[in-house]
């Protein structure tokens, strides 16, 4: 759970679905918005002082089903943190090591398995310079480019 903490520290407006073995974990709020998003049940676990008071909130997701469980956080307007084991379980030697390895917003989608291919995706950006302003426009869908 330190490890988690310490994680979801730098990630703090993101759901961060957690790696561990063939499942994603989320935690505390993170669980309880994935649970009621997903539809999927909500659990808990013992927390550090292992009484019944100290519960935490947790949800769980199969590793090999997260492109599903991904699309319906993004469109239920989710940033999603994900977090993967960054070293090999079998030479770890203590807690293996994890890190964010990629971070998914609705406004940053650009695998085809997650946008809706029935409308138009757009991405657009605005810079400013001393009085000079650009924008820039992309349908990501068809690569058309303004």
Do not use: W
Request: glycine content about 8%.
């Amino acid at each position: 759970m330190r490890q988690y903490a310490a994680i979801k520290k730098n990630y703090p407006d993101c759901v961060l679905f957690f790696r561990m073995g063939d499942f994603y974990e989320m935690f505390f709020a993170d669980a309880r918005t994935a649970s009621k998003t997903l539809n999927i049940a909500l659990t808990s676990r013992s927390g550090n002082k292992g009484s019944s008071e100290d519960r935490v909130p947790m949800c769980g997701i199969p590793y090999h089903a997260l492109e599903n469980y991904l699309a319906k956080m993004v469109a239920g307007g989710h940033k999603v943190a994900i977090c993967e084991q960054v070293e090999d379980p079998k030479l770890a030697k203590g807690v293996v090591k994890r890190g964010v390895t990629r971070v998914v917003t609705p406004g940053t989608l650009t695998e085809d398995y997650l946008l809706d291919e029935k409308k138009a995706n757009h991405l657009a950006a605005v810079c400013e310079d001393g009085g000079t302003i650009g924008l820039a426009a992309a349908e990501i869908s068809t690569g058309s480019f303004t």
